[in-house]
């Protein structure tokens, strides 16, 4: 009697239950494929290791969840088998990818119920990797997703003649038989036949290659065909290795190849010369080192040359805002604690952060729009911090602003889940009296009334007013006209044209603190992300010398991990110190401390200055000696306009350049705009001869050392945020890192401290997707006669030459927030010569002393509220009232927009010529549009 091993009950059940599949027969290539999980309670390597009474289990309440495969090698797929655990999903979806990183769906699986099941689903498309992405959880399913086994389908890839796998438009693999990668090169021969043959739906393009020999180089250059549109996607050079006759080549050589298909043909040249290409990538938020190839990618066509992008195909994207089913429209995105109701400014304590916000304060929720889909609810899902009141866990719906501002007619508690997680559900919408429908504005606001066992601050709160539209998603709001019941103060949605940050817009002011216009969440703040950004808002306001928080010092306490980092060189000691409510700064009194700028300093050779270094710090501690201060001594002013005179009390370098504090609001936005984008705005030799020169700053990357675009600073001298606030920690706050571990110091200096880092690079992180994640306010006042006049007069006398009104984001941030954003900053990001009045002696970069780069306008008109906050002059609450002060280009001196115009010279001289001719009405139309931004 042969030996019977002893397994599992459960295992013996599921075995009878799940019998071996027809496809079973052939080989499961998930058997010793390498396998990962988004999470895992129970380990991913459970799914496949042929023991049915082994799975692989999600963390619990967390969706989407996923776990892939990599197979190895392309195969060309058939099926695919999930032998499912009770905890199974509602809607899952099945991916295939070529590099890990780009994913195609290959099947989308609705309908599923509770309980244990097995399903076989039919797949098509060659791929090496395959995904399950779980979305949502079938009905009873509180825990998450759960797999006995997994199995995969299919036969080797047929790469006999070569193939070319595609991993985006613009990237590409080349394969043959066996899994080798062929190496790719960036330089051409003539001659080759190729033959094309396009598999949209799978997102594969397989070249076959006839008459080339091992070691041949073949030039692959084609139109894609998009509704019949062709989109010219840039030549490739590839070595060929596998079956094949024989065909001359040349490393060196120019020359260009056609390609045709049913589409149509095209044909392109490529230069010679380049390195093979490469990548790596980094966690999100840095950067990611990719391929120096003359081409970037991008409908654009524009060359790279040097320029490494900062993100590519190879970057990890964390996961989309919203996903379409074909049974929902889904939002995943977060909230946050707040004092009172949006509407109220009778209060105005809406937009200001609580006590302890970094901690048990946020929100996630998901909305599963089933009437987008032809359904007939909305389900709201919510996952807190800390558990809720028994009977206060509020989640109103449907503005009605009857009585107060703050009112919703279906005001029901939550469905409590478990200690973090609720939900509501409705089919009804009760302000309009019927079901809800396609189009239908939900407003809503949750309400985390806390349980009074929280640790920390005060346990009642409010949240964010939204408004979704039902079948849109989540909209910027603003108010305007009567509810159907008479209410006040309605929401409506604000035309998209005025969403100056894309989908992070935030809603317009209603709430009257006009000082907390830039601290604000983007709209759109991604499930998983309100706490990291939280917990970089701490950062951003905790001193580096004693870790006080400069809000609500008495209540929020220090923050151990930035306490005594300062110095012993600084100039303040907090990033907010600087940028104050993350507004800009404005020149200081005569001859008080400019401890708001920094002055970059060198010697006469342009290296950094032996007795400061590249920085003036003229703080000190821990027995350091100041490096002086530096003030303004006067003002000299011609024809109504001021330029400052500085004092140094200490050593006074050779070459300086003073910069004040800028608004660091949408600078995650700028970061997303295409390299290549901004390459094709340049114009260095004014080809068109229209005045305008605008160049790009090329700078090294302090972590890779590669070529990058500069975009950040008043001379485009950073190519990201990461790098540009570990500069400013570096040299404004004597704050080592690892992106910069040296101190700032001369080569005559010896008291500088210590080399290394003293930041933890994880709060350098949140600190960077804090900056990065902050929501840009709406344009308002868009449908002013004036304004509209203003808008068209920005461009007819030249301001839009440099100030790019409106740009797309790339789909390769790794934030989802940021991707594929329309936006309007009024920007290109390019260095222009202002002239000698606005120049200094010391260039950055490529930059020189007059060229400066174009600042973003966004948020312009609400500068000066920002920076100069708010008083009370009558007392009581409700009465706070702005008290702006205004200060503008790269030192302040400009005390008016106005002014800031007036300063043009340069390369914007003649927009300055055409403002000073228009009549004063149509200056003030003009004035008008700015301040509307």
């Known amino acids: 009697m042969p030996d019977i091993p002893l397994i599992t009950s459960t295992a013996v059940a599921l075995a009878l239950l799940f019998p071996l599949p027809v496809l079973a027969q052939q080989s499961n290539l998930a058997t010793g494929a390498s396998v990962s999980a988004s999470t895992a309670d129970l380990p991913a390597n459970n799914a496949i290791d042929g023991d049915t009474g082994t799975r692989w289990a999600s963390a619990g309440q967390t969706d989407p969840s996923w776990i892939a495969l990599d197979l190895g090698q392309p195969y060309d797929l058939d099926q695919v088998e999930i032998f499912w655990e009770a905890a199974n999903p509602e809607t899952y979806e099945i991916w295939g990818s070529n590099n890990g990183v780009d994913w195609a769906t290959l099947s989308v699986q609705t309908g599923g119920q509770f309980g244990h099941r097995t399903d076989t689903v039919d797949v098509s498309g060659i791929y090496q990797h395959v995904r399950i992405q779980g979305l949502t959880r079938s009905a009873g399913n509180y825990w998450g997703y759960s797999i006995w086994e997994l199995g995969v389908f299919g036969s080797p890839a047929n790469c006999d003649s070569g193939c070319v796998l595609a991993v985006d438009d613009s990237t590409f693999e080349a394969r043959v038989t066996g899994g080798d990668i062929v190496d790719l090169h960036y330089s051409v021969n003539g001659g080759g036949q190729i033959n094309v043959r396009m598999q949209e739906s799978a997102g594969l393009w397989t070249y076959a290659i006839p008459g080339l020999s091992d070691g041949d180089l073949v030039t692959v250059s084609f139109t894609k065909i998009t509704a019949g549109v062709g989109q010219n996607i840039p030549a490739k050079d590839y070595v060929f290795s596998g079956p ?60 790279l040359g040097s320029i490494v992008p900062l993100y590519d195909g ?138 009074p066992s929280v640790p920390n601050g005060r346990a009642n709160y409010y949240g964010t007013t939204f408004l979704y539209i039902v079948g849109e998603g989540l909209v910027p709001w603003d108010v305007g006209g009567a509810t159907p019941f008479g209410g006040i103060k309605d929401s409506v949605k604000i035309p998209e044209t005025a969403w100056l940050g894309g989908e992070t817009t935030i809603h317009a002011l209603t709430s009257g603190e006009t000082d907390n216009h830039y601290m604000q969440m983007a709209t759109n703040l991604g499930y998983d992300n309100a706490q990291p950004f939280m917990r970089g808002r701490r950062v951003l306001h905790s001193s580096a010398v004693d870790g006080v928080h400069d809000e609500n010092p008495i209540d929020n306490p220090p923050f151990a991990p930035m306490t005594g980092l300062a110095g012993p060189h600084y100039i303040n000691d907090s990033c907010a110190s600087c940028h104050q409510r993350n507004g800009r700064a404005v020149p200081a009194a005569v001859g008080e401390p400019l401890d708001k700028w920094t002055f970059k300093v060198a010697a006469a050779s342009g290296a950094p200055d032996p007795y400061l270094g590249s920085a003036l710090q003229p703080k000190a501690r821990s027995g350091a000696a100041s490096e002086g201060q530096v003030s303004i001594a006067s003002w000299s002013e011609q024809n109504g306009l001021r330029a400052p005179n500085y004092a140094f009390t200490g050593v006074v370098p050779e070459r300086f350049s003073a910069r004040i504090a800028p608004s660091i609001v949408g600078m995650g936005l700028l970061e997303a705009i295409d390299e290549t984008v901004l390459i094709a705005l340049a114009d260095p030799e004014d080809s068109d001869s229209d005045g305008i020169s605008g160049r790009v700053n090329r700078v090294i990357d302090p972590e890779t050392g590669d070529t990058r675009l500069g975009r950040f600073g008043w001379k485009a001298g950073v190519a990201s945020i990461r790098h540009q606030l570990a500069r400013a920690l570096n040299t404004d706050m004597g704050v080592m890192t690892s992106v910069f571990p040296q101190p700032d110091c001369g080569s005559s200096q010896n008291d500088c401290g210590a080399s290394g880092a003293e930041l933890a690079d994880s709060h350098l992180q949140d600190l960077t997707k804090y900056v990065a994640l902050l929501g840009v306010r709406p344009q308002r006042n868009y449908d002013d006669p004036s304004v509209v006049s203003g808008q068209q ?71 000066a509220c920002v920076t100069g906050g708010v008083e009370n002059p009558s007392g009581g609450q409700g009465n706070e009232v702005c008290t702006p002060q205004h200060g503008y280009l790269h030192d302040g001196r400009a005390r008016s927009i106005d002014e800031a115009i007036r300063w043009h010279g340069g390369e914007g001289q003649a927009s300055n010529d055409a403002y000073q001719n228009l009549s004063g009405a149509q200056q003030q139309d003009l004035l008008n549009f700015l301040n509307s931004l």
Request: net charge negative.
């Open 314 to 451: 190879s970057t990890p994207l964390e996961p989309a805002i919203t996903v379409e089913t074909p049974t929902a429209l889904i939002t995943r995105f977060s909230d946050r604690a707040r004092d009172r109701h949006a509407k109220e400014d009778m209060f105005q304590a809406y937009d200001h952060y609580l006590s302890f916000y970094w901690e048990d304060r946020t929100a996630s929720i998901e909305i599963i729009d089933e009437v987008a889909k032809g359904g007939d609810s909305v389900r709201m899902n919510v996952r807190t911090q800390f558990k809720l009141s028994d009977t206060e866990a509020e989640n109103r719906w449907f503005y009605r602003g009857v009585g107060t501002v703050a009112e919703y007619c279906d005001n029901g508690v939550m469905v409590v889940v478990d200690q973090y997680n609720y939900y509501k559900e409705r089919t009804y919408n009760c302000r309009e009296g019927r079901n809800i429908q396609v189009g239908d504005k939900l407003e809503f606001e949750i309400s985390q009334f806390l349980d």
């Open 244 to 303: 094949g006759g024989s065909s001359s080549s040349s490393s060196s050589s120019s020359s260009s190849s056609s390609s045709s298909s049913s589409g149509g043909s095209s044909s392109s040249s490529s230069s010679s010369g380049g390195s093979g290409s490469g990548s790596s990538s980094s966690s999100s938020g840095g950067t990611s080192s990719g391929s120096s190839s003359s081409s970037g990618g991008s409908s654009s066509g524009a060359d």
């Open 793 to 863: 007069l920005f461009t007819d006398i030249g301001c839009a030459s440099c100030h790019t009104p409106t740009h797309q984001t790339s789909a390769q941030h790794p934030f989802a927030e940021l991707r594929n954003q329309t936006i309007h900053p009024y920007t290109d990001l390019l260095l222009h010569d202002m002239g000698p009045g606005l120049a200094d002696n010391l260039g950055e970069g490529e930059a020189t002393g007059a060229e400066w780069r174009t600042p973003a306008l966004w948020g312009l008109g609400l500068s």
